[in-house]
């Protein structure tokens, strides 16, 4: 089959691979009608992720038609058109039994402090991902869910990750009616994350970045204020100025590892490899967050320390809430929303770009070249 | 207001947040969000019909975390472990916890060598690798490379111009590997 593999930081080629073989009688084979990059890809792509080997095929956001199911799989059957959560998870774990999907303790062998996820290093468990022909689904009885009749394909993409996600991040915000709310990040998930505030009850929203075309959809797709980090000497100072000095009462970290704005954070982060993160936009959340706030940390950061700036977030009494998103515990009430004709994530794709193509997707994605949001990879036997 | 116990009112009241923004507030209820509570007993919930999942097989020694009593019943077997990068890894694995941060350097020093051996072994197979092609970085010239950077006030800047170090990097050390071991070969003939 034909598959994306990692050739080391910043190399990606398509490749003829092995096909997926069952290996768990609860495994299924999932042939990829289309498939996302994620921010979250970029990271393992700049070669920031520990243990992300050449060989690897990325991609943990995907659907696709089950093509073999194993012995003990009873909830799917071939040819059912699936959309698959980006946690690999058990169902059955004492963290599963919990909720907890995103932090499942039986399937990532490498490490306790993550859960499994498809395509995202062996740090995270050493599964191939879906920007391929196929993929190997374990746990087909617990992650995959038939796509609704009604439902559009690429909602159904999003909802694998991105719209799941941002919408979670909003929900660790602990948002109450009338709340300020600040998004670091007009990528994928702070956009979906600005739209789900408005349904928890924000009473402002108000979103960051330095890309202007997408702050620009910041204001059209998710009603948001934007600005433009780039354009004020210290973005904490214009915050708390537009907030009467108050701060905001939740701040939504939606960047992550890989955030810009502060040189050394970027050299000792992203091109050195020293830190699990370049924190400037999780500092910026802390330091703009009132004192008593809430900073929800949906960006996601590597397991190596990161200079966070703790003390200020100690001394002004914040709650720091965060995790990989548990998927499927969002779908139910996100699919209602779909219907309702309050969320339509879609609308954020910008890019569709064969599989053989992908390293240009890569790159363009990586550069935000070309006005891209959100890209789609659509395999050739799609 | 803040210096006094008032919150700073809001422009928008309820409805006109209503009439602007579709869906404002179907989420209003805290208790009532998918998420909360945040640890929710549903075993039965998830389609696990097991107590305890069947173990994949473990065709070859996996490594794995030492916080972990046992290796976990299902797996990821993509890229085994080989060659020097592997002989790291597996130590990393072996020696250091994840609390450790040797354990992470390890794994990272591991994966820029298993890039110079994987860039080394592909110049002996028929598809040896490309940078051009495997970067991407022809789309610079069809998807607006400088018109999406310059003009514009992107923060990226300052920093964009290391990538093509961070690129080419194991390349140089790979070539310079090469030479030193051709000038050793051809001083020990002379
Ligand atoms: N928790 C989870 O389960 C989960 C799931 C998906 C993605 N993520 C993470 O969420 C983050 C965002 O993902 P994405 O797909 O939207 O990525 P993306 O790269 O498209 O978006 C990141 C955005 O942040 C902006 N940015 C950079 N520095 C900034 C700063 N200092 N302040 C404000 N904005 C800044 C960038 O310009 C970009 O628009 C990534 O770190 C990703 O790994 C986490
Ligand atoms: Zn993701
Ligand atoms: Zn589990």
């Known amino acids: ?382 | 207001m803040t210096y006094t116990a008032d919150k700073p009112p809001h422009t928008e009241t309820r409805e006109e947040l209503q009439r602007r923004i579709p869906g404002w507030g179907a989420d209003l209820d805290p208790r009532d969000r998918p998420s909360v509570p945040r640890e929710r007993h549903d075993t039965g919930a998830t389609g696990a019909h097991w107590d305890f999942p069947e173990r994949q097989e473990e065709k070859r020694p996996r490594e794995r975390s030492v916080e972990h009593r046992t290796l976990t019943p299902v797996f990821g077997t993509v890229a085994p472990t080989h060659g020097l990068s592997g002989v790291i890894r597996r130590y990393a694995y072996r020696k250091y916890s994840e609390a450790r941060a040797a354990h992470w350097l390890l794994l990272v020093a591991a994966d820029r060598v298993d890039a110079v051996e994987s860039h080394l072994r592909s110049f002996a197979t028929t598809r040896p690798d490309n940078p051009i092609t495997e970067t991407g970085v022809l789309s610079e010239f069809t998807r607006h490379g400088i018109s999406s950077r310059f003009g514009r006030k992107r923060a990226d800047l300052n920093h964009i111009w290391i990538d093509p170090i961070v690129v080419a990097g194991p390349w140089l050390l790979a070539g310079g590997v090469l030479y030193s071991a051709v000038r050793a070969v051809t001083k020990r003939r002379s």
């Open chain 1, 1 to 382: 089959m034909r598959a994306m593999v990692y050739r080391g930081p910043y190399k990606v080629r398509v490749e003829e691979k092995d096909m997926p073989v069952i290996e768990h009688p609860n495994d299924a084979i999932v042939r990829v009608t289309r498939a996302a990059i994620c921010g979250s890809d970029l990271h393992l792509y700049h070669g920031m992720m520990p243990d992300t080997r050449v060989g690897m095929t990325f991609g943990h956001e995907f659907i696709g038609v089950v093509e073999e199911v194993g012995p003990s799989v009873q909830n799917l059957s071939r040819g059912d058109r699936v959309m698959v959560p980006f946690n690999v998870y058990c169902g059955s774990c004492y963290f599963c039994a919990r909720g907890l999907y995103s932090n499942c303790h039986n399937v990532n062998p490498n490490a306790t402090a993550v859960g499994g996820i498809y395509g995202y290093s062996h740090t995270c468990g050493g599964y191939d991902g879906g920007q391929a022909e196929f993929v190997r689904v374990p746990f087909a009885d617990v992650g995959p869910s038939v796509i609704p009749d009604w439902m559009d394909e690429e909602d159904a993409l999003l909802l694998t990750d991105a719209l799941a996600t941002g919408y979670f991040g909003a929900q660790l915000g602990d948002i109450a009616e009338g709340d300020t709310v600040v998004v670091f990040g007009a990528g994928p998930v702070g956009l979906f994350s600005a739209k789900s505030a408005w349904l928890m009850g924000a009473g402002r929203v108000i979103v960051i970045d330095h890309l202007d075309y997408r702050l620009e959809k910041a204001r059209i797709f998710a009603n948001a204020e934007t600005y433009n980090f780039a354009e004020y000497h210290d973005i904490v100072v214009h915050l708390k100025r537009i907030t009467d000095f108050l701060g905001a009462d939740v701040v939504i970290d939606a960047v992550g590892a890989e955030a810009d704005g502060n040189f050394t954070q970027q050299l000792t982060a992203t091109k050195l490899k020293l830190q699990g993160g370049s924190p400037t936009a999780l500092n910026w959340a802390i330091d703009s967050a009132r004192k008593g706030g809430t900073v929800s940390v949906v960006g996601a950061y590597g397991p190596i320390f990161s200079a966070v700036k703790f003390g200020d977030a100690f001394n002004k009494g914040l709650t720091l809430r965060m995790n990989q998103c548990p998927v499927k515990r969002q779908w139910p009430r996100l699919f209602e929303h779909i219907q309702n004709g309050y969320l339509k994530p879609s609308d954020i794709v910008t890019h569709r770009i064969p599989l053989e193509h992908i390293a240009e997707g890569y790159h363009i994605f990586s550069a935000k070249l070309d006005d891209c949001i959100k890209t789609v990879i659509v395999p050739s036997a799609a």
